[in-house]
């Protein structure tokens, strides 16, 4: 098979999941490499960066926000979408921010990956939705908003929650319990 379509990374910790996208990108003639969460990410981009990146915003092993801002600071120029279960304005606005090129909800086929990394402006054509917020999903994204705050750092994060440090650190375990 030719893979003339692009060098595509995908983190993504949930295994079905990301089998049967690394299937879908393989038969449209990308070469996918695959990673299941944050530790993985020094390794490969060792062997050199990927044009493309699929990144799960919530993985077993570090923030999906904290892989695009690594991505995004190894080459500026790797187009990377950001796909969630749990999607909102702030970690939308973030994703951006840290140098994602589009933001999409699960579930999300390889066709939508591909037209958001082949989208070079924004849709002013998309309708607005009224989708209420759980109180765990906005939990959670103030957690975000936090550690992106602290640069990742735990301890000053609960600190400026108002929570002690294991507490956050279960919360953030128990958030990565599919």
Do not use: Q
């Not at 951006?96 to 090129?101: N, Q, V």
């Not at 082949?118 to 957690?143: H, M, Q, Y």
Request: net charge negative; proline share 3%; glycine share 8%.
């Amino acid at each position: 098979m030719e893979t003339d379509a692009g060098d595509l990374l995908i983190i993504e910790d949930d295994e079905a999941f990301a089998r049967a996208l690394k299937r879908s990108f393989e038969r449209r003639g990308y070469m996918v490499r695959r990673i299941d969460g944050l530790d993985g990410l020094g390794a490969v981009l060792e062997d050199g960066a990927p044009e493309f990146a699929v990144v799960d915003l919530k993985l077993a092993s570090g923030s999906g926000l904290e892989c695009v801002r690594i991505l995004h600071a190894n080459d500026p120029e790797t187009r990377i979408v950001v796909l969630t279960g749990f999607a909102s304005i702030a970690t939308a606005v973030e994703a951006i921010k840290l140098g994602a090129c589009h933001y999409l909800p699960k579930p999300a086929s390889a066709n939508d990956i591909i037209a958001a990394f082949e989208r070079g402006e924004g849709d002013a054509s998309i309708g607005v939705t009224a989708r209420p917020t759980s109180l765990k999903n906005l939990e959670w994204e103030r957690i975000h908003e936090v550690l992106i705050e602290t640069d990742f750092n735990i301890s000053e994060t609960a600190r400026r929650l108002g929570m002690h440090r294991r507490t956050l650190a279960r919360k953030l375990e128990k958030s990565r319990v599919k």
